[in-house]
Nanobody
């Protein structure tokens, strides 16, 4: 079993930065792909960024490419999302997730991920 706990959300002005952290428990987490998703009120949960277990493969949604950076530290069982140049449309609850099924490419569908954190709120004011 893997448990995920996000932190680092908050209120920031447009153009600002935040760094989200995801702490994972469980010996097997380092062998799973990890991703960040977000969900705004009234909208479906959407993929933001993903990283393979070895950090060899990284993928971003077009909406955050060039502004967000995902990384992981398997020695610490941590995944991070550095968010720069934040926009009001980035406002959402952000979730960390882990995909225990190996795939040659990173998967982007929420249903592909097996473990989820409780989420951390990011609010960007204009």
């Amino acid at each position: 079993q893997v448990q995920l706990v996000e932190s680092g959300g908050g209120l920031v002005q447009a153009g600002g930065s935040l760094r989200l952290s995801c702490a994972a428990s469980g010996r097997t987490f380092s062998t799973y792909a990890a991703g960040w998703f977000r969900q705004a009120p009234g909208k479906e949960r959407e993929f933001v960024a993903g990283v393979s277990w070895s950090s060899t493969n990284i993928y971003y949604a077009d909406s955050v490419k060039g502004r967000f950076t995902i990384s992981r530290d398997n020695a610490k069982n941590m995944v991070y999302l550095q968010m720069n140049s934040l926009k009001p449309e980035d406002t959402a609850a952000y979730y960390c997730a882990a995909d225990r099924v190996w795939s040659p490419t990173l998967r982007v569908g929420p249903l592909d991920y097996d473990y989820w954190g409780q989420g951390t709120q990011v609010t960007v004011s204009s």
